[in-house]
């Protein structure tokens, strides 16, 4: 039944008295009929209704107002009663809203810490818009200029001490290395990507466990034993050259040496922490390389909002919080299955030497089941993204600067004869042109340009001014590579560099008590690659390249910047004895 007879079939005329009289109010409010109060103000002002007779498809457009009825006065009434208690509730938001903004604003400024300069930023957000707009290790520096070689930044309502040049990077991290131990927990990597799955060494704040855990991975890759992983480096560079030469048709094609790289790479991490090759593993590999990639960017430093801005996280539909916590449970998934294939194999004792074994079956080892987990998620993230970025950085600048890529091989044809790197290469470096040219790629292209992120255990002394406990401080290890202190040359790729000060520092694996644990396998692996590429191949641009290191960065926002992709053409320079040279080499499984 139809409680307000005529009320839904009731129409408007405007009151604006620019609008003429005669078009249809269905015309100028849409479509009209449902009778329910809107929140469009002139619609729902009495004085909308005039005096009038038109009608359209046979209702009365315009309603007589003093032939209303009392039911639909009092709905009248109520509505204008509805649109001041409206304007009231509005201002009142927008009176909370002020009062909110200026607490956070006073919050924000009292987090600053005193004696530090720096740019204030914006409201809520600080300098974080500023950062994620641009190149964040070049901003940075830029900054450096005009607020000294360590200053603040504010993103959201966090403050940071970021490091610039190479002598403050030495007093702070060096010449405080306990007070600058320990790691910062942010929302989304520490909250929800490793609520599904173990925070890795590299982002766990300082504790007994991450001592414990730490000094297993570093015993795992220290010199000694990176060199006894030789066999397995040898695998995995020569199942390279295989592939380069196989799906580059000889050089006829080019290809995206990415992939091919980071099969090799994923590949060693497995070998040597659960004691099994990739290969055996086919199905894992897209997930393995696709999960990895999204967790490290969950590290990202600039890249996640809602670390910075606590409201973000009350979203109803938080995509990433969503697509977090659906890596971990992804990454927790695959580590699972080897990790009980390896326990099988333990059990049985058909296990191949590895560092999970090790620790299981060592006696004096304590790691519980999370530590242990925590060693898993290190091992696949750690060294997988930074290593493919220096690879392709390399491969690129080869391709361009065709001048050093002659030079280095001369010196290693100088100091190898003809097929020598088949086999074993030799302990240490011992061609000094492609040992620099690493140095240079390294300090050139750091993986990590800003390091990863540590915080301060205790207050410490810096310059005369006090950083307190738990400050976070970056090093923008980019800034410090080009320290025009130490280079006055800084942006020139120059080989000869290394062979004049061969012990002049760079930054690109971090300085003090957290540095990479994996620099010596990093190097190691590098040289080895890099001298079989060059000694077997020619590579030539198959595409083109940009190998500035600002502008040729495939993604700013990302924690690992690796440059854009590239397309390559491996011509061997002996297609024939090269074929037979890898078809007989025997690869360890
Ligand atoms: C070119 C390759 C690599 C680069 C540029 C790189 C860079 C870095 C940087 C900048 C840090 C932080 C250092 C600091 O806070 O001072 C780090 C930490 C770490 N890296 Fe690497 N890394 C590389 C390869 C590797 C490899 C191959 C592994 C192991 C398989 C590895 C394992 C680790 C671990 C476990 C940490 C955490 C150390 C800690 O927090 O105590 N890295 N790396």
Redesign the pocket.
Known sequence: MDMFPGFSSLTWTPVDPMVPASIPAKVLFGAVGSGTPSRNYAKDSETAFVAGGETFHGEPLVQDFTKVTWVRRASIIWTKMSLVRNLEQDFCAAILLLIWLFAHEYVRCKSRIPGFKGPFGLPILGSLRDIQRGNAPWIYRQWSHKYGAVYQVQLGNIPMLIINTADAAKAI?TGNSHATIS?PEFYTFHKIVSDTSATT??TSPYSASLKTR?KT?ATA?NRRAVSSYSNHIKTETLLFLREALKNGKAGQTSIDPGPLFLRMNVSL?FTLHWGTRLHKKGDMFHEITQVEEAISNFRSLTSNTQDYVPLLRLLPFNRTSALAREMGARRKKYTTVLDRELDIQIAGETNEPCVRANAKLDPDSNLTALELESLNA??TA??LD??QA?VLWGIAVLCMRTDLQEKVFQAIIERYAESDLLDDVPEGQDVAYLSAFIKEL?RCY???RL??P?TALRDFVYDGKVVPKDTVIV?N?WACNNDPEIWSDHDVFRLERWLEHPDAPTF?????S??????H??VRELYVLFLRILKFFELEAGGPMDIDPITGVANTAATVSGPKPLQVKFVPRNKEDLEVALNAVELSQ
């Open positions: 991290l790691r060494i590299g730490r991975l890759l991490g290190t091992i750690a060294g930074t290593m220096t390294l750091p993986a990590t390091s990863l540590r090093l290890a690109t694996f971090g300085l003090g957290r540095m990479c644990i994996g620099s396998l990093a």
